[in-house]
């Protein structure tokens, strides 16, 4: 279940012929494989021309074979019906990233008069590939109202992950939460389709313990996005943003060289990145240090005359190419470590996230509501206005059902310190989203409100890191997890769906006690960076147990303020 | 996982009558929908045009004209040549690391013969590797040459080839210099003057040394004054150490001109794991580029019809001055003979007149 595999391998099949080709995306592909893939790969490949379905000013070079990797939308087939009237290449292989209904192959295959398309594949690959075990569907406007999907991003969401199944071979008994209508229509509607799909699934490997596919929703855990993380992925997103794997720098104070302005973030062709991703920022600085050593002992060396040392020199000459690459990798982590130590202090951060965590984790009335105040009001800390609201929002959610609530003073403060008014209402909508009687009521032990210490559950071996204040808060999804491996989720607050075609393949028997192995969780409402680590810590130490985990999108704080308050 | 559904799609292409044609595309059009069939007919005809244009590729080589020339099939020749000499000298690599091996084994056989074949392929790999330098180099003045033929795709196609085949050279070049450096060091390594060399490598404070021939210069310096030294100190007239001072030196010799051939590759190569290495990354670049290089050739166009214009103009006014020069002088003799007349001014007028008029037929020769 490791996705940046299954990405590769699909990227493969589209370019393994010989000759030398054009490969042809549209919008959504074309992102879908830069994740995956680079530029030189593609060379290598002898894909010397990549352009856009889109594009109509291709011109026609009727030498070469086409390669098209296309999503499938009515969009997308009206433009391949117009490419194929009036070919402009020698032959067409034609992969789509889904399930082709029959009628648009028709649609094909009746224009198709030259007999130009030689091959018709179906990839599924209709999602974002953003770790080995993240993905995202890159939705936003998922809302049609509160718990209610808005239907076209319903449908995209269902294809996508439809497509995500396939592609890892599963054909999930699929679980969801009780409490959210979004959650199970999503289930109920991808249990149908799965299925109705028995031709493609009969295929699949059969397990003795079938894989589980868990639907979440973000409502039940408001805390996790709310709360500043610490470890290197989830900071860089919460406050630079990372969208498709990239960060824009662009209108940052510190001077940088314009090849640092857009950096590429993608684990599987950063090996520093990809050690470091979920470090915390504590441990990154020490890592970034060693790095630079590291690279300056090689240089240092090379730039003396400790040249004559042979065995240094085989190494060097050895290693030379890797000169150039290592220097620009250092300089692009250091640039953006330099940026996120600026923002830090620049929003008081260290000051902030005690007290959210304090929040979030204390049940502490009193103080949490005097260190509150102070922060709102404080002239030492010039506080940023969305900070201040999310303050408040994460002491609405935590002492809603307080009987000294306090949370009118709270936001006339806002309104004091000059916070526009609609920034405010965030505060409203997110108690509307998520208050007490919306979020999943199913037991104590399962609050939102957790804290690391005696929170040594089966399954994360390794302790938390109790002595680190910024990172008391453990997001929810870990108990959920805990429990669903063993297969101990309450029936009556995750029911259970078992599609028409797995139970026709095999009595599905009574898996109570038998450990899951393979798990794809989804987060209706948008995953964190922060889930995917603990996700990718409990698939470190659980080596029976493979889990991938993915959202509608991915959230920082920001993005999901944003999305509470455009709830209607 | 993936699903295969080409006989599907094969099988609904049956299903439906095809117009499929005698010859040519044209009886492809569907003539259901005339709006479609004139668009597709203007389509054909364009590209008929490029596939005739193939016709004159003879003309186009005998110096006649530039005419469009299907430039993809051309760069392909390059490519597969290129291609080609690579896998040669990798052949060669491979055939060189076996004789170093057999000659890394101690034995009591006489190694000259050995040696003249490792001088010879190393005289091949190098003169390969500077073969396919000059062809990739060459990609780019091909690009000139026919600058006005190709298309914004064909130039891409162009460089994306480049960068390709200077990646590749690259890492075989690496492999290489990887090979003879281990080479040298093990020429190196048995040499028992080795202490006293290290105090003359030292001597050589080389501040910019931080690249890859560094070493095997410093070994040819040494080599060579090592073997002045010899020519000079009669006493020491060692056959055997002056052919393999020779013999790293040559090799270092290698080493560095590929050094230099890498270093100019690596001008031409995709800095990895950058954002020049996103795939979506460039197909935005590209449409912005195109974009830019249209306008820049609407403004060329402007300026080159201005710049015809002005030549236009600058014409006139010359031929317009040499006639009032002409006319000038004409009167002027006349002045000396009729000094008092008042005549002469009457005379010049008349004699601007006709300028004009032939003035208009340069622009009608034009």
Known sequence: MDLVKVGQSYVDKIVTDTGIKVLLLDDITSSIISLVSTQSELLNHQVYLIDKLENENRDTIKQLDCVCFLSVSEKTINLLVEELGAPKYKSYKLYFNNVVPNSFLERLAERDDLEMVDKVMELFLDYDILNKNLFSFKQLNIFNSIDAWNQQQFLLTLASLKSLCFSLQTNPIIRYESNSRMCSKLASDLSYEFGQSSKIMEKFPVNDIPPVLLILDRKN????????????????????????????????PSDLPPDLIKLVLNPSQDPFYAQSLYLNFGDLSDSIKTYVNEYKEKTVKHN??????????????ESFPEFKKL??????????????????????????????????????????????EKLLTSQEFKIANNLKVKLVCLYAIRYELHPNNQLPKMLSIL???????????????????????????????????NQATNNLLQGFKQSHENDNIYMQHIPRLERVISKLVKNKLPTAHYPTLINDFLKKQRPVSDLNGAR????????????????????????????????????????????????????? | MFRDRTN?????????????????????????????????????????????????????????????????????????????LLAEIEKEVTRLNYLYKKNLLPGFNDTTEDDEKIDQMNFVITSSFQKVYNKIKNIDSIKLQYQDVLRPEDNLICDNLKKNLAAKTQDLSKKFRKLQNNYIKYLKQDDFQAPQKQNVMD???????????????????????????????????DQLIQRREK????????????????????????????????????????????????????????????????KLILLLTLVTLTLAVIVLMKPRRTDHYYHDTPEPSKDTTPAEEPAPVEVDEPTTKN
């Not at chain 1, 610490?230 to 940052?252: A, C, P, R």
């Not at chain 1, 008081?348 to 949490?368: G, K, M, P, R, T």
């Not at chain 1, 995953?527 to 993915?550: C, D, H, M, Q, W």
């Open chain 1, 221 to 252: 855990d408001p805390i996790t996005p709310l709360l500043n993380p610490w470890t290197y992925q989830s900071m860089v997103h919460e406050l630079l943003g990372i969208f498709n794997n990239t960060v824009d720098l662009t209108g940052t």
């Open chain 1, 304 to 317: 003396s005359n400790e040249l004559t040392d042979l065995n240094d020199m085989k190494h060097f000459l």
């Open chain 1, 327 to 372: 220097s620009n990798n250092i300089s692009k982590h250091m640039g953006l470590i330099t940026e996120l130590d600026r923002k830090i202090n620049e929003n008081h951060l260290w000051q902030v996230s005690e007290l959210e965590q304090s929040i979030a984790v204390n049940d502490n009335h009193n103080a949490d509501l005097q260190e509150l």
């Open chain 1, 415 to 449: 309104l004091q310190q000059g916070v526009p008014e609609f920034e405010i209402n965030t505060v409203n909508r997110m108690l509307k989203y998520s208050g007490s009687t919306k979020r999943l009521n199913d037991d104590s032990e399962s609050s939102i409100f």
């Open chain 1, 516 to 568: 899951l192995q393979d798990i794809i969780i989804f987060f209706v409402g948008g995953v964190t960076y922060e889930e995917a680590r603990i996700i990718n810590n409990f698939n470190l130490v659980n080596k029976s147990t493979r889990i991938v985990i993915g959202g509608t999108t991915v959230h920082n704080t920001n993005s999901f303020m944003t999305q509470v308050l455009e709830l209607e």
């Open chain 2, 8 to 84: 599907l799609y094969i099988s609904y292409r049956r299903t439906y009558p095809h117009n499929t044609g005698q010859f040519n595309g044209n009886s492809q059009l569907d003539t259901t929908n005339p709006n479609n069939r004139f668009d597709l007919l203007g389509e054909e005809e364009e590209a008929h045009g490029l596939i005739d244009s193939s016709y004159h590729d003879e003309a186009a080589e005998n110096g006649d004209a530039i005419e469009m020339k299907p430039l993809p099939p051309k760069f392909a020749d390059i490519s597969s040549e290129i291609e080609f």
């Open chain 2, 203 to 237: 001597e050589w404070d080389d501040s910019d040394a931080v690249n890859i021939e560094s070493y095997s210069k410093q070994a040819m310096q040494q080599s060579s004054a090592l073997l002045q030294e010899q020519e000079q100190t009669e006493g020491i007239n």
């Open chain 2, 247 to 310: 013999e790293i030196y040559k090799i270092a010799q290698g080493v560095v001109e590929i050094s230099t051939i890498f270093k100019e590759l690596e001008t031409m190569v995709i800095d990895q794991g950058t954002i020049l290495d996103r795939i979506d990354y460039n197909l935005e670049n590209v449409v912005v580029d195109l974009k830019q290089s249209n306008k820049e050739l609407l403004k060329g166009q402007k300026h080159q019809k201005r710049s015809t214009k002005c």
